[in-house]
């Protein structure tokens, strides 16, 4: 079984469109994020979910709206894509709160979005 | 705001050479550090934690952190072809804050 399994591997889309990437951990973590990187390989965070509760919120457009329906599942909704939203998107757990414990993050495989 | 800084590269060593990684940190406070391997199209994996002053050597890799100068280094010895990758230093906050990634290629 795949620890951190993101959906889809691949999303293909015209600007303006709105698009999802569901996240799932089986490793019974409770925190769990969203990083993108860019094509220079510059991994951001932009959000992270404590079991069910946001405790990170970067500076990112209102576009992007994540959503924790339990603590082993965070999706991402982007709307109104734009070209710079073109990037793979990472969703990777923890266990602890905020990573101050261990450090060591799990991440999926990634969700390459290219945006047309 | 944490910044972690690393030169992008690439670092080019030949196969069985050591390759010396580096990064430093903006945040004087910091406690966590990592080093995170990313194969091409792969997602990164974990390969070395380090949270004290010194070095920490498990197999071919050797960290080292040196709080005072707020740097971290990465060691590979014997550098294998498998070795190519992008290495990503972070270091923890309320997330892994991560530096840019410097790219290795081991030539054989």
């Known amino acids: 079984d795949t620890a951190v399994s993101q959906t889809p591997k691949y999303l293909v889309t015209q600007m303006g469109n709105d698009k999802s990437i569901k996240c799932e951990q089986n490793l019974g973590h409770d925190t769990m994020y969203w990083y993108k990187q860019d094509s220079k390989k510059f991994l951001k965070i932009m959000f992270s979910?404590?079991?069910?509760?946001?405790?990170i919120n970067e500076t990112v457009p209102n576009r992007f709206s994540p959503k924790s329906p339990d603590k082993a599942h965070l999706n991402l909704h982007i709307n109104s894509l734009e070209l710079g939203d073109s990037a793979v998107y990472f969703c990777a757990s923890s266990q602890g709160r905020g990573t101050s414990n261990t450090g060591e993050l799990f991440f999926g495989e990634g969700s390459r979005l290219t945006v047309l | 705001q944490k910044e972690v800084e690393q030169n992008s590269g690439p670092l080019s060593v030949p196969e069985g050479a050591i390759a010396s990684l580096n990064c430093t940190y903006s945040?004087?406070?910091?406690?966590?550090f990592f080093w995170y391997r990313q194969y091409s199209g792969k997602s990164p994996e974990l390969i070395m934690s380090?949270?004290?002053?010194g070095d920490k050597e498990d197999g071919r890799f050797t960290a080292q952190l040196n709080k005072a100068s707020q740097y971290v280094s990465l060691l590979i010895r014997d550098s294998q072809p498998s070795d190519s990758a992008t290495y990503l230093c972070?270091?923890?906050?309320?997330?892994?804050?991560f530096g840019k990634g410097t790219t290795l290629s081991v030539s054989s």
């Open positions: 945040d004087r406070g910091s406690q966590s």
């Open positions: 979910y404590n079991n069910k509760e946001l405790i």
């Open positions: 380090i949270y004290s002053n």
């Open positions: 972070a270091l923890s906050g309320t997330a892994l804050i």
